[in-house]
């Protein structure tokens, strides 16, 4: 995972918010629940977001939490107009479909599940917040 651009999308996320609705880094660890260091650290980039922060952050904020992990589609709905420059390249459109090269009138069966970075970072706080494997 792309360590260093996890932690500059972070800061980035906590000083938009911060600025956007005048939070200091008191109010914004009280309303995600950790500590004034945690922010500063995230701010200063002397630590990576934890997932338990992400979810909560993305999940309060309405941020982008595939854009804040690896940097593709935008922070937040509209965030590439005003901010091209923290956006990455836009997340691929869904794929439809396709036929089976094997008969052309049977379609291509879909994926078997659907998987969603939120519910992955979800389960992912939950196991390292319960201290269990």
């Keep these: 995972m792309d360590e260093n651009g996890i932690r500059k999308r972070a800061r980035w996320a906590i000083n938009y918010v911060c600025d956007e609705l005048g939070l200091s880094n008191v109010t914004l660890g009280k309303k995600i629940g950790v500590s004034t260091g945690t922010i500063n650290n ?12 992400i979810v909560k952050f993305c999940q309060l904020f309405n941020f982008n939490k595939e854009w804040l992990l690896t940097g593709q589609g935008e922070p937040f709905p509209g965030a590439r107009q005003k901010y091209p420059e923290v956006c990455g390249p836009p997340a691929p459109a869904p794929e439809t479909a396709k036929e089976s090269p094997l008969s052309p009138t049977v379609p291509a069966a879909p994926y078997p599940q659907e998987f969603r970075v939120s519910d ?14």
Excluded: P
Aim: no cysteine; aromatic share 8%; proline share 0%.
């Design 42 to 53: 995230y701010r200063q980039m002397a630590s990576e977001a934890k997932a338990s922060f």
């Design 120 to 133: 992955a970072l979800t389960m992912t706080a939950r196991v390292l917040e319960s201290g269990t494997s």
